[in-house]
């Protein structure tokens, strides 16, 4: 038996889902909040999640607040992100995993070099007409932290590993 339904001869068009998912906020894992090194690690692993959410998305609140005032590699991203998103830029893609950590501390200060990975991606300037390609890359970085008021804030970031007297 076959039952004609009229009006429902045509199909649905199918619904395609966003293939960009929306990026959420990082939230500080228990771990990142102990002044301890595997503290400091947590920490540096959530700094980097949060720079991820800054590039997707441009919002750089969460991203100063864990950078501490006076750092200029902190504050060069910052700005980075801040001038893309409000020139009508965007980032895609470039997103952060760190290997081959090494911990020390100097003056207080830890430092934590490690090997950060970049996925590829693509950007686009505020001013150009195309956007740019990334390839995936890796790089020798250190961070340096300091346990400031409870709590970790980046002091610097620079290529390569810490420099011996």
Known sequence: MLIVVPGCSKQPEP???DPTPTPVEPVLPEAAKENTE???LAFLEHYLAVMDYASSTGDVTQLTELSHPECTGCRT???LYTDYYEGGGWFKGGDQTLDNT???MIDGEVLITADISLTAGSSQA???D???QHKASTEQVTHGMFWVEDRWLLTQ???GEV???
């Open 157 to 159: 970031m620079f290529l």
């Open 38 to 40: 595997d503290g400091a």
């Open 77 to 79: 991203y910052i700005d």
């Open 130 to 132: 195309v956007p740019s």
């Open 126 to 128: 505020p001013d150009a």
């Open 163 to 165: 420099p011996t007297s």
């Open 102 to 104: 090494a911990i020390q």
């Open 15 to 17: 619904i395609e889902p």
